[in-house]
């Protein structure tokens, strides 16, 4: 397991999944990809388990992709193809992992939330955000697009042109606006976020299990392949952004950054 993805058995019938590592806000390397496809897919499989919950360690959510890993990877491999693919197939298994998780996916969000940790929650059936937590796509400044369906999921959840704001314009938003947006369920007070933490698993597992789970299973079916045809489609236009003169210029900016900041 990835000294960085924190599984917590709760229960014969709740797991939660702690994004660990506060020291870089949570960012999501290729390792902790790997480890949280695993869980997911062993947790799809688990005949007990009902609810899936995730949540980050310390001040952040997550601000999602860790670049260096890709930044690397493509700048310092012989066969940049071969490193691009294995980023993309990579990519791809974790967000259909998603896609087709037919146990309940609760997000916690316990403060800031950026990229990829904030596209994936339109494929949660529960978000539920600290009053401090903050929302943000800044996909094109990193001449990156829009990933894990978010080009179809954004857009039937707030319209096009909310969607638009955010996924192109680097619009940062608060856990108002958010649930305003219909990207979060329900905000709680930063105080009381653990409690009602507690309070949400609680009348969850709670409920018939059975029933609970065909019904997810249902409303997921319509859309499954969609999202699936959705989430190939954007991989492969990201991949040829990352063939870009203004990904590579990203990068090196990013790297630069990361130096002198020592992040």
Not at 116 to 139: E, Q
Not at 146 to 160: K, N, Q, T
Not at 206 to 227: E, F, G, H
Request: hydrophobic share 40%; charged share 20%; with cysteine.
């Amino acid at each position: 397991m990835c000294e960085h993805i924190q599984l917590i058995k709760k229960s014969a019938i709740h797991w939660e999944i702690v994004l660990n590592r506060p020291e870089k806000y949570n960012a999501i390397t290729n390792e902790m990809y790997v480890a949280m496809t695993q869980i997911l897919q062993s947790a799809a499989q688990d005949e007990q388990l009902v609810l899936l919950s995730m949540t980050g360690k310390g001040k952040y959510y997550s601000s999602g992709t860790d670049l260096a890993d890709p930044a690397k990877a493509f700048m310092s491999n012989d066969d940049i193809e071969q490193a691009m693919n294995e980023g993309k197939n990579r990519l791809k298994n974790f967000i259909e992992s998603f896609i087709s998780f037919p146990k309940i996916l609760v997000g916690f969000i316990n403060g800031p939330a950026m990229g990829i940790s904030v596209t994936l929650l339109a494929l949660f059936d529960g978000v539920y955000a600290s009053s401090n937590a903050t929302f943000a796509l800044p996909f094109i400044r990193i001449a990156q697009a829009p990933e894990a369906c978010s080009s179809f999921s954004f857009p039937l959840l707030m319209g096009s042109l909310h969607a638009k704001e955010l996924l192109l314009f680097d619009k940062k938003i608060d856990a108002y606006e958010a649930q305003q947006k219909g990207l979060v369920t329900r905000v709680f007070d930063q105080s009381k976020f653990d409690e009602e933490k507690d309070k949400i698993c609680q009348q969850i597992l709670s409920l018939p299990k059975q029933s609970l789970l065909t019904s997810k299973v249902l409303i997921q079916k319509w859309n499954l392949d969609t999202l699936k045809y959705v989430n190939e489609y954007e991989l492969n236009n990201l991949q040829q952004r990352w063939t870009s003169e203004e990904f590579a210029q990203a990068m090196i900016t990013f790297l630069n950054k990361r130096t002198k900041s020592n992040l």
